[in-house]
């Protein structure tokens, strides 16, 4: 069993930066795939970035790429999202996700075992 808990949302200008970070209890926590999700009202949650478990690979959706850093600390039980060059469109609700199976990256909300509760983003322009 995984608890996720999500920080570092809140309010930023569009071109600014955020860090969110995600603590995870557990002992068990450095061998999932850890991954970012965001959601706005109305949409379905959307694939942001993941990291396999030793943390040597990463994947993202493309509207991130060069923008978005996800990065893990395996002794901390963290994973982090550093967000810069922020834009509107990125406001959403982010949550972190973990997954059990031996394959990282997946983009599909249904394949995540644990969810954290979520954290607010919100990108004025």
């Known amino acids: 069993q995984v608890q996720l808990v999500e920080s570092g949302g809140g309010l930023v200008q569009a071109g600014g930066s955020l860090r969110l970070s995600c603590a995870a209890s557990g002992r068990t926590f450095s061998s999932y795939c850890m991954a970012w999700f965001r959601q706005t009202p109305g949409k379905e949650r959307e694939f942001v970035a993941a990291?396999?478990?030793?943390?040597?690979?990463?994947y993202s959706t493309d509207s991130v790429k060069g923008r978005f850093t996800i990065s893990r600390d395996n002794a901390k039980n963290t994973v982090s999202l550093e967000m810069n060059s922020l834009k509107p469109e990125d406001m959403a609700v982010y949550y972190c996700a973990a997954d059990r199976s031996i394959v990282c990256g997946r983009a599909t909300p249904t394949a995540y075992d644990y969810w954290g509760q979520g954290t607010q983003v919100t990108v004025s322009s």
């Open positions: 990291i396999t478990w030793t943390g040597s690979t990463t």
